[in-house]
């Protein structure tokens, strides 16, 4: 009796394994590639990556009935992480914009963001038009970092980190950074001297990227999120880490 029980025990265990292994091609996890710099969308508490993204991304996951599995690497590997299927999605408050549209395909977006100009209270820059031969700080690889690229006779400083490029302004190293709204306002709450211009200078859309061969997720992506937006566990999610102004 006690053997039958210890033997099927085992033999459940076996089967298992082999649905979540070897069998067939059952994917039990979702992996999520982010760049964990980027309050409050992600960041780590702890040992925690947690965030916006964190939270719709494992919304998603429980609704396809996947384990969410968060990997963290710097922003410009993430789109590289998607084509060679190391990751699934990438959920990193990435912009849907031409140049990553060509490497990877964009679900619905799940918010809209905006581009804004963080500098030093005393700065003579009050737009973003007086941004032209300055010398601008942005995160490699991000939107800004384009834009500021486009901007007339400018100097563009690219820093691993939005928060590297926040502190190396309020140093006077550099006169002006472009980044993401939600981190700018996280960063410069955390930096003394240091203010958002009013004026944005975009706003754009965040979504889910996928690899571009892969349809069948990105439908899946859509439901879910359409589910999430459609129950108002979204805007939950998002105004649990965002205070509505
Ligand atoms: N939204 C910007 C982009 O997509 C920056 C995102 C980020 O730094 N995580 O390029």
Redesign the pocket.
């Given at each position: 009796m006690k053997l039958s029980k210890i033997l099927c025990g085992a033999l459940a265990a076996v089967m298992t394994l082999s649905l979540a292994g070897c069998g067939g091609d059952k994917k039990t996890t979702l992996v999520m590639a982010t760049?964990a710099e980027?309050p409050p969308?992600e960041y780590r508490e702890g040992d925690q990556i947690v965030g916006i993204d964190a939270e719709i991304a494992q919304a998603i996951a429980d609704d396809m009935g996947l384990e969410l599995v968060i990997e963290d690497m710097a922003?410009d590997s993430i789109v590289p992480a998607i084509q060679s299927g190391k990751a699934d999605i990438g959920v990193?408050?990435?912009?849907v914009d031409e140049d990553k549209l060509q490497n990877v395909d964009f679900s619905i977006p799940y918010t809209t963001?905006a581009q804004v100009v963080i500098v030093t209270n005393d700065s003579p820059i009050a737009s973003p038009a007086d941004l032209e031969g300055k010398t601008i700080g942005v995160?490699l690889?991000?939107?800004?970092d384009n834009f500021a690229g486009e901007i007339t006779d400018a100097t563009v400083e690219r820093y691993n980190k939005?928060f590297e490029a926040v502190q190396a302004l309020g140093q006077n190293k550099i006169d002006a950074v472009i980044i993401?709204r939600e981190p700018a306002k996280v960063f410069v709450s955390e930096n003394d001297g240091l203010k958002i211009l009013d004026e944005d200078y975009t706003v754009e859309d965040?979504a889910i990227a996928v690899a571009k061969d892969n349809q069948e997720l990105l439908e899946q992506i859509n439901t879910s999120l359409t589910k999430l937006k459609d129950s108002g566990k979204l805007q939950e999610i998002i105004d649990k880490y965002i205070n509505a102004e």
């Amino acid at each position: 009796m006690k053997l039958s029980k210890i033997l099927c025990g085992a033999l459940a265990a076996v089967m298992t394994l082999s649905l979540a292994g070897c069998g067939g091609d059952k994917k039990t996890t979702l992996v999520m590639a982010t760049n964990a710099e980027f309050p409050p969308y992600e960041y780590r508490e702890g040992d925690q990556i947690v965030g916006i993204d964190a939270e719709i991304a494992q919304a998603i996951a429980d609704d396809m009935g996947l384990e969410l599995v968060i990997e963290d690497m710097a922003f410009d590997s993430i789109v590289p992480a998607i084509q060679s299927g190391k990751a699934d999605i990438g959920v990193a408050g990435m912009t849907v914009d031409e140049d990553k549209l060509q490497n990877v395909d964009f679900s619905i977006p799940y918010t809209t963001a905006a581009q804004v100009v963080i500098v030093t209270n005393d700065s003579p820059i009050a737009s973003p038009a007086d941004l032209e031969g300055k010398t601008i700080g942005v995160q490699l690889g991000t939107t800004g970092d384009n834009f500021a690229g486009e901007i007339t006779d400018a100097t563009v400083e690219r820093y691993n980190k939005g928060f590297e490029a926040v502190q190396a302004l309020g140093q006077n190293k550099i006169d002006a950074v472009i980044i993401d709204r939600e981190p700018a306002k996280v960063f410069v709450s955390e930096n003394d001297g240091l203010k958002i211009l009013d004026e944005d200078y975009t706003v754009e859309d965040y979504a889910i990227a996928v690899a571009k061969d892969n349809q069948e997720l990105l439908e899946q992506i859509n439901t879910s999120l359409t589910k999430l937006k459609d129950s108002g566990k979204l805007q939950e999610i998002i105004d649990k880490y965002i205070n509505a102004e």
